[in-house]
């Protein structure tokens, strides 16, 4: 069953540098750079594994097909717990439409929870905001039981 998040009146935005990438989702902005970072220094917490290309949704993506061509898509992705349950594609974009292309039935991805990815949010704001809807989507889960 999942939990509630509470607020930490200590978070600290994920700081943000030139060059940095970012994914923007509405007002939630997410670090991917950060997020990349903390990944590789931690191999021991983040565990690829193999995931259908068929069932990761990218439509809602802008994609440069001239890109293409130029993507590692040995490189996992990365799939955020966005709410409860549910997890979106956050980072690779462009890998995961080039296996589709290429027919590569699966890709690596690491999936996030909520509790690893919410400190790559680049605001306050963003973060106050990702909580109270993270806590919404558990109210509405425990009326619809």
């Keep these: 069953m ?20 970012l994914f923007p989702n509405g007002i939630f902005v997410f670090n991917i750079s950060s997020m990349h970072d903390y990944i590789q220094d931690n191999p021991d917490l983040f565990y690829p594994e193999d995931i259908a290309v068929k069932d990761i949704n990218t439509s809602s993506s802008i994609i440069n097909e001239e890109h293409l061509d130029s993507v590692d898509v040995t490189k996992p992705v990365i799939l ?54 993270w ?10 039981q």
């Design 2 to 21: 999942q939990h509630y998040l509470s607020l930490d009146k200590n978070f600290k935005p994920c700081p943000s540098a030139e060059g940095d990438e």
């Design 80 to 133: 955020a717990e966005i709410a409860p349950g549910r997890y979106n594609l956050i980072d690779g974009h462009h890998r995961v439409r080039k296996a589709a292309r290429d027919n590569i039935d699966t890709i690596k991805v690491y999936r996030l929870k909520a509790s690893q990815h919410i400190h790559f949010l680049t605001s306050r704001k963003g973060y106050e905001k990702y909580v109270e809807y």
């Design 135 to 144: 806590n919404d989507k558990i109210k509405d889960q425990r009326k619809s």
